[in-house]
Every structure is written in C-alpha cells, then in structure tokens.
C-alpha cells in the first residue's frame, strides 16, 4: 500500500519496490541562496513521477543535478545503483534528457540530429541506421527525416528532441516541462509517445510540469516542491483525498501546499507558457 507521505516524517513507505532512482539529502547552493534543500525521494522503476512547484521552486535545479549537469552541494543521489556525482559517465549512459532549451539543430535534418545524438551516445556504427530509423518511425517523424528542423512544428521538434533521447534506449527519462509551447493536439501526442515508451521499453520518466491537469492524468505519483523543499508526495488522487473538498483538483493541492493561485485561466500558466515557449521555440 502506497502511502501519502509528508517531510515531517508523520507517515512512511511500508512496501518494498523496485528502485529506478534514491534521492537523500539532496542540496544546491548558489552562494548565500539554496535552491534545493535536502530533498528526499525515491522514484519506481517504470514510474512516470512528476515533480511539480512555483517559478524558482528549484526544479530544474533538481532535474541538472540528476543529469550530472551540476554538482550537489550536498547529499546523493543514485541512478540505477549508480551515483550522479562518483559515477556521473556510468548515469550519462543509462538517462535521457530533454531540457526547456532547444536541443535540435535548426540548420540539419532531423535524420542528421539523431546521427549526432548516435555518435554522441558511443552507439556502435553497425546499429546506428536501424536505431536511428526505428527512433524516427517510433515518433511518426520517418516522412520528415530529411527536411530542415527549422520548417519543423512546435510538436514535430519535440517528438525529434524525444527520439533523440532515447536512441541509447535509457532506463530513466528526464524531461524538463516538455509540453510547454504546444498546442494542445501537440501536447496529446507526446505523451501517448511517452506512455508508449514505458509500455514498449520500460522506461522510467521524471518529469516537471506547470500543466497540473497533465500532471493529474499521466503521474504515478507527484512531488510538490516550494522554496527549495519538498512539501508532500503521493499518488494524484491521495493528494486530492487529502483535502477536505470531494471535488478537489490538483490545483487545490497545489494551493495549499504552495500558496501559488493556479486556476484555468489564470496569468500564472500563461505566463509561464508564453516566456518559456517564446525561449525555447523563437
């Protein structure tokens, strides 16, 4: 039985699973200011875990330590039995990662993006062809393969950008708010892509996200970040089931448990959407 599971250590997990990754103690400091604050958690194998907060709540400061792009200050975290920080080439080869930046070359095809990610990924000439051309028709891009990824769409980048990730077929998949910038149709067939690759490969996925519907339908379980900490984690409906509201959404759990007012409509997803898509897509 899963339990709802709050930092102040009033309940704990009782059931043994198998562990993709073990965070303990996890923190960063940018001088003065910490950004990550000896965040705990442990994500399943074949998990899709979503890790959720205001602007500036230190999420993609999370995501960069797990990647091996930013030492921890303190604290470990282990990937597979290995550790991001002693073991960092060890975890490279066994994650994927799609940042909020863009990481497709507008100026090649989308056939010789994913050559580069094969070379870069130490992946044996011989398999290279077949791994690259299973990527392309995984995401429905085989048709696009040799045009430019600057005539590409917003949705058509990020499927290549996902197909680029998973050439070296990775344990852990990390994606750094992936749907922001996308109409919804977009939005849609990325993530029946993502649930395809856990169904087909196994994989397991971090993700962080300003969509909390999204959150809602595609998350195993989700953690709620503020001010550098972690609040509380559970399964979606155990967090909803938390409040004293039959009718309570996510985005009621995020009030609480932040105090950021996120409601449809409201500036807080536009905002976020508008800067971060603008960023990432030009």
């Known amino acids: 039985m899963k339990e709802l599971i709050q930092q102040d250590g009033s309940q704990q997990l009782t059931t043994e699973r198998a562990v993709a990754l073990e965070v303990n103690s996890l923190t960063r400091h940018y001088g003065k200011v910490t950004a990550v604050d000896a965040l705990s958690f442990t994500v399943e194998r074949g998990e899709v875990f979503g890790l959720l907060g205001p602007n500036g709540a230190g999420k993609s400061t999370v995501i960069k330590m797990l990647t091996t792009l930013l030492p921890p200050s303190s604290g470990q975290a282990v990937i597979a039995g290995f550790d991001v920080t002693h073991q960092a080439t060890r975890v490279r080869r066994i994650i994927g990662y799609i940042p909020q930046a863009l990481s497709a070359d507008g100026s090649l095809t989308g056939y010789e993006n994913l050559?580069?990610?094969?070379?870069?990924?130490?992946?044996?000439?011989?398999?290279?062809?077949?791994?690259?051309?299973?990527?392309?028709?995984?995401?429905?891009?085989?048709?696009?393969?040799?045009?430019?990824?600057?005539?590409?769409?917003?949705?058509?980048?990020?499927?290549?950008?996902?197909?680029?990730?998973?050439?070296?077929?990775?344990?852990?998949?990390?994606?750094?708010?992936?749907?922001?910038?996308?109409?919804?149709?977009?939005?849609?067939?990325?993530?029946?892509?993502?649930?395809?690759?856990?169904?087909?490969?196994?994989?397991?996925?971090?993700?962080?996200?300003?969509?909390?519907?999204?959150?809602?339908?595609?998350?195993?379980?989700?953690?709620?970040?503020?001010?550098?900490?972690?609040?509380?984690?559970?399964?979606?409906?155990?967090?909803?089931?938390?409040?004293?509201?039959?009718?309570?959404?996510?985005?009621?759990?995020?009030i609480k448990y932040t105090g950021d007012l996120l409601t449809s409509g409201a500036s807080y997803r536009e905002t976020s959407k508008i800067r971060r898509a603008a960023r990432r897509l030009g």
């Open 115 to 254: 050559l580069i990610f094969a070379k870069l990924y130490d992946i044996p000439r011989s398999k290279r062809e077949q791994r690259i051309r299973e990527a392309l028709i995984f995401m429905g891009l085989q048709d696009a393969a040799d045009r430019l990824v600057r005539n590409y769409s917003g949705g058509m980048i990020r499927k290549l950008e996902i197909a680029q990730s998973i050439l070296h077929y990775p344990q852990i998949l990390f994606l750094d708010e992936p749907t922001v910038g996308l109409d919804p149709i977009a939005r849609s067939q990325v993530w029946e892509l993502v649930q395809q690759l856990r169904t087909e490969y196994g994989t397991t996925v971090l993700l962080t996200t300003h969509f909390l519907d999204e959150a809602d339908s595609l998350c195993h379980r989700v953690a709620i970040m503020h001010r550098g900490k972690l609040v509380v984690t559970g399964t979606p409906t155990e967090l909803k089931a938390s409040l004293d509201n039959t009718h309570a959404t996510l985005d009621d759990v995020f």
